[in-house]
C-alpha cells in the first residue's frame, strides 16, 4: 500500500492550488485540482465526481484509464449522493495488480460527502511501511478542502446568478408595466427575454377561448408584414403547455411525439430545443410564452424554466393589463357613440315634434292677432285650434321626458311604466303597440327595473323603424324564478348574424346595448329572427 508523503511546502502549495482564487466555475477548479493531485501525489490517473448543493454533478478525469478500472470507479460511484458525514473510511484502497493500486478518497464540505477522488497508483518496488495517522490525516485534509472550495464557488456562482437574473427580472417588469400598447407589448416581450434567457427566439400565443386555439403572430420573413398562426390546443408543445398549465424542457423537438412542425417549416426557422411555459393570469392561463434554442448550445435546464415561468408570469399580467385598457378604451368609444346616437336622436324628436309644433304656435299667435283686427268673429274658433296644438305640444314633450327616464319607475313599478309608456305611445306611420302582461308582477331593484324598460324601449324602436309590421306586442310575465319581458313584432325580419357581424360597418350598436345591458343586471338576452318571419327580443332576469 502506497501513500503519499508530503512535506509542509507541497501542502501548502497545494492548497493554493486548488483554492478558489483564479478560477470562475466549479468545472475549471476541480479539473485544475485533479490535474495537480495526480501530479503531485503522484499517479498515472484520477477521477473525480462532484455533486453541487443544487443537485448538480461533474464527472472528469485526467490521464488514460483502462476499461477495468474505468468500470471499477463507475460501481464505485453507483450507490455515491451528497450525504451527512457517515462512517465510512477517510481512504480506501483496492488493489488492481501487483503493480498498481486504486485510492479512493472522499471530497468533505461542512460534515458532508460531497464527491469522491480516485487515483491509480503504482506499487514501490519494495513493501512500504503502513503509513502513518499523520500521513493519512494529512492526504485527507488536501482532499476535504477541494469539496469545501467547490462548494463556496458553486454558491458563490448560483448566487451572481440569481443577482443577475432578479436585476434582468426587474427591468423587464418596468418595462412590460410602463407599456399598456398591446401589440407594442408583446413585441417588447419577444424583443428582451431572449436577452435574459441566451435563446434565439422567444414566441408569444394568446389563447384564444372562443376558438380553443393559441394565435401566434409573426413577421414574413420577406414582406416583415405579420403573419397569423392558429395552433389547435390538441397540437404541439405549446397546445399541451396551455391545456395542462405545466411548464416544459424539450432539448430534442424531433425526438417529441406531440412536436408541431407547421410553424417551423412556415417562417423557415429551424427549431432544435423549446422551453414553453404558461403564462397565468391567477389561475387562469392566457397564453403560453416559448423560447427557441439556446444561442451556447447547451441544453435547457430547470433553472431556465423557472426562469422563464416568471417571465411568463410578468407578461401575463402585463397582457390583461394592456387587454383591459383596449377594453376600457373600447367601452368608451361605444359611450361616446350611445351618447351621440342619443343626442342625435333626441335632436331628431325635438325637431320633428315639439319644435315644429312650438313653431306653428307662434304662427297661429301672429294669425290670432291680425284677425283681432280684421276679423274678430273668428278669434275664438282660431284660438280653440291654438289650444289643442298647445296640449299635443305639452303631450308630447312630457312623452319624450316619460322616455328618456320615467320617474314612476320608482314609485310604481316596471308594470305601470310599461302601461303609461303603450298609452302614450304614437307613431307617424299607425304602427300600434300593445303590453300582455298579468295584473301583479313581482317587482325588482330601481336600476334593474330601468334597465329592462330601457332595453324593452330600444327593441321597440327598432321594430318601430325596422320591421314594417302594423303591431308590436311587449310581453311580460314571470316563469318559474324569472321575470321574462319580450318584443316581438310579425314584421320582415332579418339575419341575425349577419347584421351582428357587420356592426362596425354599418356604425350601429342596438343589439350590442341591449345585450351588455342584460349583463349587467344578472340577464340573459336573446334575439330571434328570419327574414320574412318577424322578430323576437326576449330577457330574462332572476328574481332572486
Not at 508523503?5 to 485544475?32: E, F, K, M, N, P
Not at 407578461?315 to 361605444?334: F, P, T
Not at 308594470?415 to 298609452?423: D, E, F, P
Not at 303591431?471 to 310575465?477: A, N, V
Request: hydrophobic content about 40%; some cysteine; overall charge negative.
Amino acid at each position: 500500500m502506497t501513500t503519499p508523503s508530503i512535506d509542509q511546502r507541497q501542502l501548502q502549495t497545494l492548497g493554493q492550488l486548488i483554492s478558489v482564487g483564479g478560477y470562475y466555475d466549479v468545472a475549471s477548479l476541480l479539473h485544475a485540482s485533479l490535474e495537480r493531485l495526480v501530479v503531485f501525489w503522484p499517479a498515472q490517473a484520477g477521477a473525480l465526481v462532484y455533486q453541487a448543493p443544487n443537485g448538480e454533478t461533474l464527472t472528469m478525469q485526467h490521464g488514460v484509464l483502462t476499461p477495468d478500472i474505468a468500470r471499477m470507479i463507475d460501481e464505485a460511484r453507483e450507490d455515491f449522493a451528497r450525504r451527512a458525514q457517515g462512517s465510512e473510511p477517510a481512504v480506501g484502497y483496492y488493489a488492481l495488480d501487483d503493480d498498481r493500486q486504486l485510492i479512493e478518497l472522499s471530497l468533505r464540505s461542512n460534515n458532508q460527502t460531497v464527491g469522491l477522488l480516485h487515483l491509480v497508483v503504482s506499487e514501490r518496488e519494495s513493501e512500504p511501511a503502513a503509513p502513518t495517522h499523520h500521513e493519512e490525516d494529512m492526504a485527507v485534509l488536501v482532499v476535504r478542502s477541494l469539496g469545501g472550495e467547490a462548494d463556496k464557488l458553486s454558491m458563490l456562482r448560483h448566487a451572481e446568478q440569481d443577482l443577475r437574473e432578479l436585476h434582468l427580472l426587474y427591468q423587464v417588469g418596468q418595462s412590460l408595466a410602463a407599456n399598456l400598447d398591446l401589440s407594442s407589448l408583446l413585441a417588447e416581450i419577444k424583443r428582451q427575454v431572449p436577452e435574459v434567457m441566451g435563446a434565439e427566439r422567444c414566441s408569444i400565443m394568446l389563447l384564444d377561448e372562443a376558438k380553443r386555439v393559441l394565435v401566434l403572430e409573426t413577421p414574413d420573413t420577406t414582406s416583415g408584414e405579420l403573419r397569423e398562426f392558429h395552433i389547435p390546443l390538441d397540437r404541439g408543445i405549446a397546445g399541451w403547455v396551455a391545456s395542462n398549465g405545466i411548464g416544459q424542457i424539450v432539448n430534442d423537438v424531433e425526438q417529441d411525439p406531440r412536436w408541431f412542425d407547421g410553424v417551423s417549416l412556415a417562417t423557415d426557422f429551424v427549431t432544435k430545443s423549446i422551453l414553453c411555459a404558461p403564462m397565468k393570469h391567477g389561475e387562469q392561463t392566457v397564453g403560453v410564452m416559448q423560447v427557441l434554442n439556446k444561442r451556447s448550445g447547451e441544453p435547457f435546464v430547470e433553472q431556465d424554466l423557472r426562469l422563464l415561468t416568471t417571465l411568463a408570469a410578468q407578461a401575463a399580467v402585463a397582457v390583461e393589463n394592456a387587454r383591459l385598457v383596449l377594453s376600457l378604451k373600447q367601452e368608451r368609444d361605444r359611450l361616446l357613440a350611445k351618447e351621440a346616437e342619443v343626442r342625435a336622436a333626441i335632436a331628431r324628436d325635438l325637431h320633428d315634434g315639439p319644435t315644429q309644433s312650438v313653431a306653428a304656435i307662434a304662427m297661429n299667435i301672429e294669425f290670432v292677432k291680425r284677425l283681432l283686427r280684421a276679423m274678430p268673429e273668428r278669434v275664438p274658433q282660431e284660438l280653440d285650434v291654438l289650444s289643442e296644438l298647445v296640449q299635443k305640444t305639452s303631450f308630447d314633450i312630457r312623452t319624450l321626458l316619460f322616455e328618456l327616464r320615467p320617474l314612476g319607475l320608482e314609485t310604481q313599478g316596471l308594470l305601470s311604466t310599461l302601461q303609461q309608456y303603450v298609452a302614450r305611445f304614437r307613431d307617424p306611420q299607425g304602427v300600434q303597440l300593445r303590453l300582455e302582461a298579468p295584473a301583479a308582477i313581482p317587482r325588482l331593484s330601481v336600476d334593474v327595473e330601468a334597465a329592462i324598460f330601457i332595453i324593452v324601449q330600444e327593441a321597440v324602436n327598432n321594430a318601430r323603424k325596422h320591421a314594417r309590421s302594423n303591431e308590436i306586442t311587449i310581453y311580460l310575465y314571470q316563469e318559474e324564478d324569472h321575470l321574462v319581458a319580450s318584443v316581438r313584432d310579425r314584421g320582415k325580419g332579418f339575419n341575425v348574424g349577419a347584421v351582428e357581424a357587420n356592426y362596425i360597418n354599418r356604425g350601429s350598436l342596438g343589439l350590442l346595448n341591449m345585450r351588455e345591458r342584460a349583463e349587467l343586471i344578472g340577464g340573459e338576452w336573446r334575439i330571434k329572427s328570419a327574414e320574412g318571419q318577424g322578430t323576437t327580443v326576449e330577457l330574462r332576469v332572476p328574481l332572486a
